[in-house]
């Protein structure tokens, strides 16, 4: 099996800071697609909560949800942009920590609210991959050909 890369040059970079009270996934989508943004990485760091974060089950092909009450500190989110049914699409996963310095982590789910957000984002220049529906993994994935 060959694996499939595609090319991109870095263009701009964004800071970000995100209003509290938002919700983190609707605001970024929100975002990326005013601003323009259809290919790139965004990171971020701050605190959220409540937090809902998903666990996919391969077997069953759905998100398992978890939610998380309180405050937690928004230890990393890693995640990408690219277009999902023509309009850009945040893909984003997370990690938070509580008081105790336990950590969670898994798939950004709406509902998870932003207390304090900072975010960057490098965007890419060039065709924005395009998320399809893969039938094996029951996932909407980058259409690059395997």
Do not use: A
């Not at 974060?53 to 937690?72: C, M, V, W």
């Amino acid at each position: 099996m060959e694996h499939r890369i595609e090319r991109f040059v870095k263009g701009d970079s964004q800071l970000i800071r995100l209003k509290p009270e938002s919700d983190l996934l609707e605001t970024l989508n929100n975002l990326v697609e005013r601003v323009g943004i259809e290919v790139g990485v965004i990171s971020g760091i701050g605190s959220v909560g409540p937090v809902n974060i998903g666990y996919y089950d391969f077997n069953k092909k759905e998100y398992r949800k978890n939610h998380f009450k309180g405050i937690y500190e928004l230890v990393s989110l890693m995640g990408n942009i690219s277009v999902k049914d023509n309009k850009p699409f945040c893909h984003c996963h997370i990690v938070i920590g509580d008081k105790d310095g336990k950590v969670y982590g898994g798939h950004l789910l709406p509902g998870t609210i932003v207390k304090v957000g900072e975010f960057h984002i490098d965007v890419l220049k060039g065709t924005p991959p395009e998320r399809i529906f893969d039938v094996t993994t029951g996932l909407h994935l980058w259409n690059l050909k395997l």
